[in-house]
């Protein structure tokens, strides 16, 4: 099953400034819910990251 989480960010995109808005089960859920919320803007950008549920996987 995949999920995908909702982040808001600063424009350079960096993992440090990321805040987690939600998790949905599918991308057009997450888009819509950040249009809805006014997630997008000149100042911020959105970062939607797909996951897969029950994977194992070594690194």
């Known amino acids: 099953m995949k999920l995908f989480i909702l982040y ?13 808005f939600g998790i949905f089960d599918s991308r057009k859920k997450a888009v819509d819910s950040a249009k809805y919320n006014g997630l997008y803007g000149s100042c911020a950008k959105v970062v939607i990251a797909e996951v897969t549920l029950n994977l194992f996987e070594e690194n």
Do not use: F, H, L
């Open 8 to 20: 808001q960010t600063d424009i350079w995109k960096n993992k440090a400034s990321r805040v987690c």
